[in-house]
């Protein structure tokens, strides 16, 4: 950032977004889940973060067929501090079979809000979670 005569010192001015960050480690999977894999990587102020999760609890399923709901909108996984939205943010996941919503709390923490397919997240499947904001 170049500074002018005149710019007021903001918040925003004071962000750096010509720094570019990656990270690997730090998310914490809830409990009935584990985490194969975290990749957070920020560039020009856009968030990414990419996640492959595998079910170990019971099946995730829709609280009746064809309804696209889920009892309990179950908690994923939570991410590092430094890697959480300024608001919730919402993103896809998937995983050949069945594919979904879900929102990102600015406490970090991934929940799962609607699914397709009456199959659910059977236990043992893994899951691809994606999500990007500003």
Do not use: Y
């Not at 002018?4 to 914490?28: F, K, P, S």
């Not at 943010?89 to 050949?96: C, E, T, V």
């Not at 990102?104 to 990007?132: D, L, P």
């Amino acid at each position: 950032m170049e500074w002018h005569a005149g710019m007021t010192i903001t918040a925003e001015r004071l962000m750096n977004r010509d720094l570019e960050e990656e990270v690997t480690v730090g998310a914490v999977a809830a409990t009935g889940w584990s985490i194969s894999s975290f990749e957070g990587r920020r560039k020009s102020g856009v968030t990414t973060v990419n996640l492959l999760v595998t079910r170990t609890g019971a099946d995730v399923a829709q609280s009746a067929a064809d309804s696209g709901n889920i009892a309990g909108d179950p908690a994923v996984c939570t991410l590092p501090v430094d890697w959480r939205p300024p608001a919730t943010a919402n993103g896809l996941f998937g995983n050949g079979v069945v594919d979904g919503e879900f929102s990102v709390n600015i406490a970090g923490v991934i929940i799962i809000r609607s699914i397709s397919g009456n199959a659910g997240i059977v236990t043992g499947t893994n899951t691809r979670i994606f999500c990007t904001w500003l």
